[in-house]
């Protein structure tokens, strides 16, 4: 056998490969369509290379050397390190935010109150927006598109948990002496993630990321927001991508809110563990958030801001749901990471093209506090939300992060934050696979979903 036939028949191999690794995703995800569309793709090279080799002999030293050219140029554009990715900029002074302006704390607000005044005599031109978004059905109550009679509750129980759990956030003094430990904050990571956190970082808490005044709970409206601490430990707990694939029917909606639960379990017993060996911590759970946690997520090295505003991991994409714990614990911060999300998301603009509303820009960045970001209107998107009775969740659906870190995916992601080929070659496969346009459900799917029972 020359080298023609063992170059021909190992291309035939890696084709066969190729063939797997692409399966995996769609596969694992239970997307069947996705995985009928690799096969068609694959079919030309599965049986059409063999079946050249066999046929046209006095051809295959050019046929299996030109095809070793090809795939070794395609694995040096696709691994080679042409240049560091872009990261996300700050441009200039931040400034802090006040959660009374966050359109939960707005919504929060009742017509009569010395708070809605108050607010309203600061902020008169978001008044009438807001009392179009108020006028419509609530998150969880029958009128939304797709509210579903036995899958919402559950996600309404979960947010009563959450805001009954929300008291044991007030606490935050220390339980005892000092314990003295050696690698502390390697101690914290380790206990984050056997309580079940699946991404857990570091920040300094920059007090840029401490809001100034508190909106959310009645009982605190208003209040500046003082922390003693030095050091944030941020908490990222995964998504589960069958359940975000149902978007923006009931499920993703239970998904989020079970998540936000599980974050805000790891928060309070590492905040009360940190209290026990002798230090200041307070947890900051969903609703009940002193800081801004996304941002102090990319501050501890766990992502990148992302053009839907979401924070975008290495590991789980978009998927995810954050808590934190600040404290006066010694601990050592992490760095800020790029792997290439900034320049993924100026290609890819699937986001954009199936938000309903355009609530996210498909434009160019522009500087907001500071830094350089895609804009994005709570407003907009907050109205689809209730138009669907679910927390939509179509962008992190379509989002090509989203998939599983399984086969080719885990590859293509790997090779991302080394090759900008690597980035245009993900958004285009995960286009030809799962399609561009991703339509929302004419109707609320059935319950229980399919992996179920």
């Known amino acids: 056998m020359g080298w023609a036939n063992v170059f021909g028949w190992t291309e035939v191999g890696l084709f066969l490969l190729f063939f797997v690794l692409a399966e995996w995703t769609p596969v694992y995800e239970r997307q069947w369509k996705a995985a009928l569309r690799v096969a068609l793709v694959s079919l030309p090279f599965l049986l059409g290379w063999p079946l050249a080799l066999v046929s046209l002999p006095h051809l295959l030293p050019w046929l299996s050397g030109g095809m070793a050219v090809a795939l070794f140029a395609f694995c040096l554009a696709l691994f080679f390190p042409w240049r560091d ?34 607010y309203y005599s600061r902020r008169p031109e978001l008044e009438e927006v807001d009392a179009r978004l108020r006028s419509m059905p609530e998150l969880g109550t029958p009128g939304g598109r797709f509210f579903d009679p036995l899958a919402t509750p559950l996600a309404t129980a979960c947010f ?68 003693p601490h030095r050091y944030a430990i941020v908490i990222g707990v995964e998504m589960d991508s069958r359940m975000v694939n149902r978007a923006p029917a009931a499920p993703t909606l239970m998904e989020s809110a079970r998540e936000y639960v599980e974050a805000a379990k790891v928060a309070l017993i590492l905040a009360r563990y940190l209290r026990l060996l002798g230090f200041s911590a307070q947890a900051h759970i969903d609703a009940n958030y002193r800081v801004m946690v996304v941002p102090l997520a990319w501050k501890a090295g766990l992502g990148e801001l992302g053009r839907f505003n979401y924070l975008i991991t290495p590991q789980l994409g ?21 792997f290439g999300v900034q320049d993924l998301c100026r290609v890819c603009l699937k986001c954009a093209e199936n938000c309903p509303v355009q609530a996210i820009s498909a434009g160019e960045k522009t500087v907001i506090r500071g830094v350089e970001r895609w804009d994005f209107s709570p407003e907009r998107c907050f109205a689809q939300w209730k138009s669907f009775g679910t927390d939509c969740g179509l962008c992190m659906r379509v989002c090509p992060l989203s998939r599983p870190l399984v086969g080719l995916y885990r590859l293509l992601r790997w090779a991302m934050a080394r090759s900008p080929f690597a980035r245009r070659l993900l958004v285009w496969w995960d286009n030809l696979i799962y399609g561009r346009r991703v339509p929302p459900p004419a109707s609320r799917p059935s319950l229980p979903p399919p992996w179920w029972g």
Do not use: C, N
């Open 318 to 338: 978009p998927r995810v749901r954050w808590s934190a714990v600040t404290t006066d614990a010694p601990l050592t911060p992490d760095e800020p990471v790029a």
């Open 160 to 227: 009563d948990v959450l805001r009954e759990a929300g008291k044991l956030t007030e606490e935050i003094s220390s339980l005892g002496p000092k314990q003295e430990t050696p690698d502390l904050a390697h101690l914290v990571k380790g206990m984050a993630r056997y309580l079940g956190a699946k991404l857990v970082g570091i920040a300094e808490l920059d007090l840029v990321f401490v809001y100034s005044h508190r909106g959310r709970r009645p009982e605190h409206y208003g209040e500046p927001v003082q922390l």
């Open 85 to 118: 990715p872009q990261g996300i900029r700050i441009v200039g002074e931040g400034e802090r935010v006040d959660e009374r302006d966050v359109i939960f704390s707005r919504m929060g607000l009742q017509p009569g109150t010395p708070q809605y005044a108050e």
